[in-house]
Every structure is written in structure tokens, then in C-alpha cells.
């Protein structure tokens, strides 16, 4: 089968036999992975989840279980059409993946399978993120890299319930592009006087509250303009560099810094807590939670796939596909 497997000098492309599923997995048949900032992070040696090499790259996925392990979950899957999270060993960038059972996601019959292969990521996280922040309530709040696929997730959930939230950005025209989708605030660290509207804008509405996914000087930029007792969540670190943030701010105004990881969130939500929230995100994948596609590429092609997400890092998400035309026919067959 195709796959892009990770071996100590980089990734690449390769031929291996088809995986067999042990107790508890299943053999899922792939539709489509996407290409995620982590997934960057992990082919760049730079990430939290280290894997012995060489190991088949790709987080998520979406496609069809088409054979199974030992166990009872397992056998009930078989033929199910399921979102997928890989396991501890490889990933998802193949024609085929052996997963943990418990990290498969049965999809409702509507859900689009191109969709469904990025709803563990970006979609899951944005709504487990947006009701951390709004705490269930209209409670305003700013959220950085607001024009990312993620970033106008949460935009969207915002402008629905009509919480008055800041959606920081790069460029004034990604602002623009916010404003047109509705909403309320957009604001450009481009600007010369941002630090100074955003500092006013969350004096005004009260904030107190700020996502960062960027790290490096924005979180300390974030964390100044919140009123006092404030607390800037950070949950990447697009910039590569680590935050940096007045001390002052912690000491006298007590404001504080925090990490967010998806991987705390299971460990901390209950199995019927995260099936609801995962159910109710599929819901929502043709519409607020939906992401815009830039391309679909077969595996074999990943290469030209990474040079275009290195010139340019926006414009809807990159999926790779199993080949040209379909996977390989045969479960036992390279």
C-alpha cells in the first residue's frame, strides 16, 4: 500500500505491506487525512508525541473499518463509516491504518467524508475551546490567529449565539474578512495602534479572558490587555518561540498564563462528555464548524503538498487522499 512514513532523515514516500489489526484495533480503509500544524510539528522532530521511527506519519482521518481485532467494539465497527485518531504507532497518511477502536468515531450517514477527515482536530478543539471561554454563557472573549481554519470556527460560534468577542489577526485585510462574516470586533496586530484598541476594547467589555494558539510576544500582548484577573489559554505555538510576558502583569495585577491540550480534555471528560461533544461538532461540519478545502493530493504526491502549505500557510486545508484513483484492492497486498 501507499504511505508516508517519517525515518530519521525525513518523510517519505513508500510502498509497505497492508497493516493487521490486533485485540482492540481496527483496520481502517483511509478516505482522506488532512495535513495539520501538528503533524508539521511532528515530521520537524518538534512535537509532544514522539514515536520510534520509522513510523507512518498523520494524526486523523476519516474512512471505512474493514476489519477488526479482537473484541466486542472492534466487531461492531466493521463496515462503519468512522472519523480516526491514530494510535501510538502508525498513523493515518496510508491507504490503510490499524487504530484503537475507542479512537474511531462512528459518523452519521450525512456527515461528508472529506469533512469528517479533520473533525478530531480543528472542529472538536474549536468547540471544546469556544465553551471554555464563553463558559456557557454570552461571556465576551479574545481569541488570536482568528483567521485560521480554527480561528473562523470559532468565529462563526461566536457570531451565532452573538457574543461580542475580539478576533486578533495579522493583516488588516483578515480583519476585514472577519468583519464580513459577522463579526463584531476584528482587530490587526498590523496596526500601530493595536495593543491600544485591544487594551480599550477589553476595558470596555470587561475581558478577562484570551486563546492564544501563537505563543512567543503575542501572549504577553494578550495578557496586558485583559483587566485584571485575566487569563490568556494557550494551546499552540505557531510563532516556535516560547511566551513571553510582563511580570508585572502576574504579580500586581494578578493575571495569570495557562496550557490547553486536547489530550488533557479526554483525559479529564467523561466518555459520554466527549461523545456528546463530538456528536454535536459532527452536526455542525456543514456549517459553522465546516472547513474550507484548498486541495486534495494524492500520498505519493505529499511532497508538493508540504511546499504548498510552506508558501502559504492559509487558504483552506490540504487533504491527502490514497492515490490517484482508489486504494490498493486487496487487505494483504503492498
Not at 500544524?37 to 511532528?42: E, I, M
Not at 502549505?309 to 490517484?324: D, F, H, M, N, Y
Request: hydrophobic residues 40%; negative net charge; charged residues 20%.
Amino acid at each position: 500500500m501507499h504511505a508516508v512514513r517519517l525515518h530519521p532523515d525525513g518523510p517519505r514516500h513508500e510502498q509497505i505491506p497492508i497493516p493487521a489489526p490486533g485485540p482492540g484495533q481496527v483496520l481502517v480503509r483511509m478516505h482522506a487525512s488532512p495535513i495539520n500544524p501538528n503533524d508539521l510539528l511532528f515530521l520537524g522532530g518538534d512535537y509532544e508525541v514522539v514515536k520510534p521511527l520509522p513510523v507512518v506519519a498523520g494524526f486523523e482521518g476519516s474512512g471505512v473499518v474493514v476489519g477488526a481485532g479482537q473484541g466486542l467494539l472492534p466487531r461492531l465497527l466493521v463496515g462503519r463509516r468512522v472519523a480516526v485518531v491514530a494510535g501510538p504507532g502508525d498513523g493515518t497518511w496510508a491507504e490503510y491504518t490499524c487504530a484503537p477502536a475507542d479512537g474511531c468515531v462512528p459518523l452519521r450517514t450525512r456527515v461528508d467524508l472529506d469533512q469528517a477527515a479533520m473533525l478530531l482536530t480543528n472542529p472538536l478543539t474549536a468547540q471544546v475551546l469556544y465553551a471554555k471561554a464563553t463558559r456557557g454563557r454570552r461571556r465576551p472573549f479574545v481569541q488570536n490567529a482568528a483567521a485560521g481554519s480554527l480561528g473562523r470556527m470559532i468565529t462563526r460560534l461566536a457570531v451565532r449565539d452573538g457574543v461580542p468577542a475580539v478576533h486578533v489577526v495579522r493583516r488588516p485585510a483578515e480583519a476585514e474578512s472577519l468583519l464580513a462574516l459577522g463579526a463584531e470586533h476584528a482587530l490587526a496586530t498590523q496596526d500601530p495602534d493595536f495593543d491600544t484598541t485591544l487594551a480599550e476594547t477589553c476595558t470596555r467589555l470587561g475581558i478577562d479572558y484570551a486563546l492564544d494558539p501563537v505563543a512567543g510576544d503575542d501572549t504577553g500582548r494578550l495578557l496586558a490587555a485583559l483587566v485584571p484577573g485575566g487569563t490568556v489559554v494557550v494551546y499552540g505555538k505557531l510563532s516556535g518561540r516560547p511566551c513571553v510576558v510582563d511580570g508585572d502583569d502576574l504579580i500586581f495585577r494578578n493575571k495569570r498564563v495557562e496550557g490547553f491540550t486536547m489530550y488533557t480534555w479526554v483525559a479529564e471528560t467523561s466518555k459520554l462528555g466527549q461523545l456528546r461533544m463530538v456528536f454535536t461538532a459532527q452536526g455542525a461540519l456543514d456549517g459553522d464548524l465546516g472547513s474550507e478545502i484548498r486541495a486534495r493530493i494524492p500520498l505519493a504526491r505529499f511532497e508538493e503538498a508540504l511546499a504548498s502549505l510552506r508558501a502559504e500557510s492559509g487558504g483552506g486545508k490540504i487533504l491527502l487522499v490514497p492515490t490517484e484513483n482508489e486504494v490498493s484492492s486487496e487487505p494483504g497486498a503492498p
